[in-house]
């Protein structure tokens, strides 16, 4: 089970902290991703780390860090300079994925209930 938090309503430029709290799954034994869905769009990839790699949507580089706590058996988006358009349902996922599709929907079998993050300009 993946336990998704940390959304909330931020004006453009400000930072939010995602967190996802993983059960019964070690989440350094995964890819770990985030996902997010505006209204109307499809769940567009964001964000994965597995191992020690970690992988970036173009419109989020250099703004969006993923990280893992292990021991906490937790997975975190840092998301900085926030725009407008990153105003969406965040999810986070995990599965076994290889590195190669990991901006893929499909190959995760968890997905979290999704935390609203809405940037206002």
């Known amino acids: 089970q993946l336990q998704a938090s940390g959304g909330g309503t931020v004006q453009a430029g400000g930072s939010l902290r995602l967190s996802c709290a993983a059960s019964g799954r070690t989440v350094s034994n995964y890819a770990m991703a985030w996902f997010r869905q505006a209204p109307g769009k499809e769940r567009e990839f964001v964000a994965a780390?597995?191992?020690?790699?970690?992988k970036y949507a173009d419109s989020v580089k250099g703004r969006f860090t993923i990280s893992r706590d292990n021991a906490k058996n937790t997975v975190y988006l840092h998301m900085n300079s926030l725009k407008p358009e990153d105003t969406a349902v965040y999810y986070c996922?995990?599965?076994?994925?290889?590195?190669?599709?990991?901006?893929?929907?499909?190959?995760?079998?968890?997905w979290g209930q999704g935390t609203q993050v809405t940037v206002s300009s």
């Open positions: 780390i597995r191992l020690g790699n970690t």
């Open positions: 996922a995990s599965g076994r994925v290889i590195w190669g599709l990991v901006e893929t929907v499909s190959p995760y079998d968890y």
